[in-house]
C-alpha cells in the first residue's frame, strides 16, 4: 500500500530534523581553551582541566599542555592561557583571538589553602578567560578593527554564552520575527494567506523554543456556494540553530493548535436561497519547521520559514448535511518577513 504524500513528506522532515539534533549534539565544539602549565603547577593539570571546563560549558573544548617557546595562538579558535611561577607568586597570561586582547593576572596561594591549588587556579583560569570575552556582550563605538581579534562571529558567540555561563550574567536572549504567511492543504486543495509574529528564546547558541501566533484567512467551494473560513493558531517547539556568516539556520519539530471559523455563503441564482450558518472548530497536529535569516543591518534581518504539517485534530464545514470541505490531512506553510534580533 502506498502511503499518503503528506505522511512521507512529514516522516522525511522529521527524520532530518531528528539527524540535525544528532549532529549538532555529537559535534565538536568550535572554540578551545589551551592551559600551557609550567612544571611548578603540572601536576594539577587534570584538576585544572576539569575545573576551567565545569564554568566556561561544555561548548568549549579545555585541554592542557606544555608551554611552547613562542606565546601567540595559532588558530582563529584556540585561546592560549600561560601559567608561570616565580618563587611564590603564579602567573596567568591569555592571548585571546576571540577579542584580540592580551591579560595577564598575578596570583599569591595561601599556605593554608594550598591543598585547593587546582581549584584556585582553575577558577582564576576560567574567571580571566571569561573577563575576555564577556567584553563581546556590548558594542564597540570605535570603527577601527583589531587585528588579532581574528575569531568568526558564531566562535564570538560561542565565547560569549561560555563568558556569561563562568561569571553567572547569562542574560535572556531572545529574537522576533514578523512574516507574511500562506498555508496550503493537499486533501481539499485549500489555501489560506495571512500572517504570523513570533519569539524565539535561546537557550544555548544553538537550542532556541519557538512560539508563534498566526491569523488566515481563504475561501473554498462547495455545491451550494462556498465556505470563508478564518484560521487562527498558535506553535510551540525546539529548534536546532546554526550559523554561517550573516545567516543563520533553523530546525525543528513542534505543534500547531487552531481554531477556524466557517461561513457559508450560498450561490445568489438558488431559489429559494440556504439558510447560510457559520461555526466555529478547534483543529490540530504535529509539525516540523525550517527557517532561514539573513542579518540586513543592525539587529534587523530578513526571515523565511518553511513548515511541514499533519492535521491530527480535524475541523470539518458541513454543507446542507453533508462533509464537504475541512481542515484535515497535510499542510505546507511558506513564510517571509523581517526579524529583530536581541542577541549581540
Not at 81 to 97: A, G, K
Not at 127 to 151: D, F, P
Not at 294 to 302: C, E, I, K, M, T
Amino acid at each position: 500500500m502506498r502511503r499518503p504524500l503528506g505522511r512521507s513528506l512529514l516522516g522525511s522532515f522529521s527524520s532530518l530534523a531528528l539527524l540535525c539534533v544528532a549532529e549538532r549534539a555529537h559535534a565538536q565544539p568550535t572554540l578551545s581553551v589551551q592551559v600551557e602549565l609550567a612544571p611548578c603547577v603540572a601536576i594539577d593539570a587534570r584538576g585544572i582541566e576539569r575545573v576551567v571546563q565545569a564554568e566556561l560549558g561544555s561548548s568549549i573544548a579545555v585541554s592542557t599542555d606544555v608551554p611552547t617557546s613562542v606565546f601567540e595562538a595559532p588558530s582563529t579558535e584556540l585561546t592560549r592561557v600561560r601559567v608561570t611561577c616565580s618563587d611564590e607568586v603564579i602567573e596567568l597570561q591569555v592571548q585571546d583571538p576571540v577579542t584580540g586582547k592580551r591579560l595577564s593576572r598575578r596570583l599569591r596561594i595561601p599556605p593554608e589553602l594550598a591543598a585547593a591549588r587546582s581549584r584556585m587556579l582553575g577558577l582564576s583560569i576560567a574567571e580571566l578567560v571569561a573577563a575576555s570575552w564577556i567584553e563581546l556582550r556590548g558594542t564597540r563605538t570605535s570603527q577601527a578593527k583589531v587585528v588579532e581579534a581574528t575569531a568568526a562571529r558564531e566562535t564570538r558567540a560561542t565565547a560569549l554564552e561560555a563568558a556569561e555561563h563562568g561569571l553567572g550574567t547569562r542574560r535572556l536572549h531572545y529574537e522576533l520575527f514578523a512574516r507574511a504567511s500562506a498555508r496550503h492543504w493537499t486533501r481539499d486543495d485549500f489555501t489560506s494567506f495571512g500572517g504570523a509574529l513570533g519569539f524565539s528564546w535561546l537557550l544555548e547558541s544553538w537550542l532556541a523554543l519557538v512560539l508563534d501566533a498566526d491569523a488566515a484567512t481563504g475561501t473554498h467551494s462547495v455545491s451550494l456556494g462556498q465556505v470563508n473560513a478564518f484560521l487562527g493558531s498558535l506553535a510551540l517547539g525546539p529548534r536546532v540553530r546554526g550559523a554561517a556568516g550573516r545567516w543563520t539556520f533553523a530546525a525543528g519539530a513542534g505543534m500547531r493548535v487552531g481554531l477556524v471559523h466557517f461561513a457559508g455563503a450560498a450561490k445568489r441564482e438558488l431559489v429559494p436561497l440556504p439558510e447560510q450558518r457559520a461555526q466555529t472548530l478547534p483543529w490540530a497536529g504535529p509539525l516540523v519547521a525550517f527557517s532561514a535569516g539573513a542579518r540586513l543591518a543592525g539587529p534587523v534581518s530578513l526571515s523565511a520559514a518553511l513548515e511541514v504539517g499533519l492535521v491530527s485534530y480535524r475541523a470539518e464545514a458541513r454543507v446542507a448535511g453533508r462533509g464537504e470541505f475541512e481542515i484535515a490531512g497535510p499542510w505546507l506553510g511558506l513564510g517571509l518577513g523581517l526579524g529583530f534580533s536581541g542577541v549581540d
